[in-house]
């Protein structure tokens, strides 16, 4: 059992950025391919970027890419997303997930960008 907690949504203008983290406990997550999903109302949960568990791979949805940056430290068993230059798109429920033989996700945190 993995226990996800995303922390670090807020109301931002657009242009700025925020820094999304999830701790995970329970189970260390370098056993997990971890990533983040967003959902805006009245839309389907959608991809936004994941770290490889086992090598430095990074993947992105195109919309983000070059603007979001994921990262995961295994030590502090923690999982981060830098999101700059953020655009009222951006705005979402932002969800942590920990693939492995089954997915365990996060209950979310808020980011609102305001235009």
């Given at each position: 059992q993995v226990l996800l907690v995303e922390s670090g949504g807020a109301l931002v203008q657009a242009g700025g950025s925020l820094r999304l983290s999830c701790a995970a406990s329970g189970?260390?997550?370098?056993g997990y391919n971890m990533g983040w999903?967003?959902?805006a109302p009245g839309k389907e949960r959608e991809f936004v970027a994941?770290?490889?568990?086992s090598v430095s791979i990074t993947t992105y949805a195109d919309s983000v890419k070059g603007r979001f940056t994921v990262s995961r430290d295994n030590a502090k068993n923690t999982v981060y997303l830098q999101m700059n230059s953020l655009k009222p798109e951006d705005t979402a429920v932002y969800y942590c997930n920990a693939k492995g033989l089954r997915d365990y996700w996060g209950q979310g945190t808020q980011v609102t960008v305001s235009s």
């Open positions: 189970r260390t997550i370098s999903f967003r959902q994941a770290a490889r568990r």
